[in-house]
C-alpha cells in the first residue's frame, strides 16, 4: 500500500501539487532516521541546493525533474562537497575551478583582487574603480549643476509671467475703458 501511495504523491508532484507529511503515522514505519543536520523532506530538488551553485551554473537547474521525498539539507541551507549541511550561503566557501576558498578568504588574480563572500567570488580591480568613481562622480556633479541651471532657468520665467500677468491686472485697471 506504501509503495502505491509514494507513487501517487510523486504523480502529484509532477504537476506541482506536493503532499507534505502523507507519510506521518501511516507509511513512516521502517524508514531509515536521516543524518545528522539533514531533514525529511517531501520536495527535494537538486537545482540550487549545493553550495557549489552558488559559485557556478547549476547543470541539474537545465534537467526538468520531478520533486523527489528523503533527506536532504534543510530549506535555506546549502550542501557542502563532504555532504553536510551549511545553514544559509554565508557559510559556503567559494569553488574556482579546482581550488576551495572559505568565506571571508581572498585571493589575487591578475590585476584583482577576489573576496569569497556567501558563496561568489566577488573579484574587483583597485586602480580601475578609483579611476571610474572619479568618472562617475564628475560625471554626476556636471550633470546636476546643468539640473540647477534649468531649474534656476525655469523659476526666472515663472517670475517673470507672474509679473507680467500682475502688471497687465494693474494696467488693465488703470484704463479708462474699465
Known amino acids: 500500500m506504501c509503495a502505491a501511495l509514494s507513487a501517487y504523491t510523486h504523480a502529484c508532484a509532477a504537476y506541482g501539487l506536493i503532499l507534505n507529511g502523507w507519510r506521518k503515522n501511516l507509511c513512516d514505519v521502517g524508514l531509515s532516521p536521516c543524518p545528522t543536520g539533514q531533514v525529511f523532506r517531501y520536495d527535494i530538488k537538486a537545482c540550487n541546493t549545493s553550495c557549489r551553485s552558488l559559485s557556478s551554473p547549476d547543470p541539474t537547474c537545465f534537467v526538468q525533474d520531478t520533486p523527489v521525498e528523503g533527506c536532504a539539507c534543510p530549506l535555506n541551507s546549502f550542501r557542502a562537497e563532504d555532504g553536510t549541511c551549511l545553514e544559509g550561503p554565508s557559510t559556503c566557501p567559494c569553488y574556482l575551478k579546482q581550488q576551495t576558498l572559505q568565506p571571508g578568504q581572498s585571493i589575487q588574480r591578475g590585476s584583482d583582487i577576489c573576496l569569497c563572500r556567501r558563496g ?3 573579484c574587483r580591480n583597485p586602480t580601475i574603480e578609483q579611476g571610474e568613481a572619479y568618472l562617475i562622480t564628475k560625471f554626476t556633479l556636471s550633470h546636476a549643476i ?10 526666472i520665467f515663472i517670475l517673470i509671467l507672474v509679473l507680467c500677468k500682475g502688471n497687465a491686472l494693474i494696467f488693465a485697471s488703470l484704463s479708462p475703458l474699465s
Open 120 to 122: 561568489v567570488l566577488n
Open 146 to 155: 546643468s539640473f540647477l541651471i534649468v531649474v534656476i532657468i525655469i523659476a
